[in-house]
């Protein structure tokens, strides 16, 4: 049968041979601590392309060393990390698998030595470290170290590149007012919140010309802080900054109570692609091939994000094109059993 979720997905010269991407996850296993990739990365990533996904999108991967989650984070702050980067690139894309990265700054939300940054000086939680709030200096550092970040993964032959919005980190926290309480022009209003994602992108922009994803958090589950309707307003912004799609997540800028059930997130994708013109993804409990199939027919997102099932199951689209009765070619030397 012919199916939505097999059918290829094109954009600026890049062409996905179906909508499954793989979701990008932190694995906490760069172990020598300088950001770079270690075997276990090539096996975790080669094996997903072997399995047939149409885009890998390589876990947040820090703009700078006070920008990791962890200290065992990947890295994009240095050109010695660019050699890693293109061998993994021509592994993954040697199985017709396209390739991205995610460009992220953990912000307050980093477990770091040192002075970690944010834009106000508010922790995450009562356990967590107290940020410095950034200077005019910093930020304007940051933004630099976005966009030599997005070079450097040109350089390493990425297909498309994302910018990290979500999940509480520097960006997330710079737009919602429950963690930006500056009273400058990076604080107050929603137009001042959102300049420096606004000066970001610009600063990609200036030296990246391929595909450009925004992953965001669509809620703050709580009150006083950002919802789907505020999101749509932003998402609008980023549409007409020439951003191409919206990888829409939600949460995790505060702790709050999150309500979750199988595809929990997909209306908030469904609501920014209706409400703001723009191409979205899907993301969150999407486990089966049925499922995003609904999900793509019914125009309620482009491309379908799969995290958890991917760790699962490396082969999630051979899965997928069975459950939808259709068949996928595989690997040349897996032809005897595929």
């Not at 429950?178 to 022009?185: P, V, W």
């Not at 309707?229 to 505060?254: M, P, R």
């Not at 109570?257 to 595809?263: D, E, Q, S, V, Y």
Request: glycine content about 8%; some cysteine; proline content about 4%.
């Amino acid at each position: 049968m012919s199916t939505k979720l097999f059918s290829p997905w094109s954009l600026k010269g890049v062409t996905l041979k179906n909508r499954i991407v793989m979701s990008p996850m932190c694995m906490y296993s760069s172990s020598d601590r300088d950001g770079t990739l270690k075997p276990f990365h090539f096996a975790h990533y080669v094996s997903r392309a072997q399995g047939q996904a149409g885009l890998i999108m390589v876990e947040a991967s820090a703009v700078s060393p006070e920008g990791r989650i962890s200290d065992q984070d990947l890295g994009i702050w240095s050109d010695e990390h660019i050699e890693g980067f293109a061998s993994l690139n021509e592994q993954i894309k040697a199985y017709g698998t396209k390739t991205a990265i995610q460009l992220a700054h953990a912000g307050r939300k980093a477990e770091l030595d040192g002075d970690i940054l944010a834009p106000s000086s508010i922790p995450f939680d009562e356990q967590s470290k107290t940020p410095v709030e950034m200077s005019l200096g910093q930020i304007k550092n940051t933004i630099q170290a976005f966009q030599d970040a997005a070079l450097r993964a040109k350089k390493a032959g990425f297909d498309i590149i994302e910018i990290h919005g979500a999940h509480g980190y520097l960006i997330n926290e710079f737009l919602s007012p429950l963690s930006n309480h500056r009273t400058d022009e990076y604080g107050g209003s929603p137009e001042n919140r959102y300049r420096f994602l606004k000066e970001v992108i610009d600063a990609v922009n200036e030296v990246w010309d391929g595909p450009l994803f925004v992953r965001v958090s669509a809620s703050d589950y709580t009150t006083k802080g950002l919802d789907i309707t505020d999101y749509i307003g932003i998402a609008t912004w980023l549409k007409e900054q020439g951003v191409d799609l919206i990888d829409v997540s939600s949460g995790a800028v505060v702790q709050a109570r999150i309500h979750t059930f199988p595809g929990y997130q997909v209306s908030f994708a469904e609501k920014i692609k209706e409400g703001a013109g723009i191409q979205t993804g899907a993301v969150g409990l999407i486990t089966s091939g049925i499922q995003a199939e609904e999900i793509l027919q019914n125009h309620r997102a482009d491309l379908i994000f799969i995290g958890r099932e991917f760790l699962r199951d490396p082969y999630f689209p051979k899965t997928a094109a069975k459950e939808l009765r259709t068949s996928i070619e595989g690997p040349r030397q897996y032809d005897r059993a595929w």
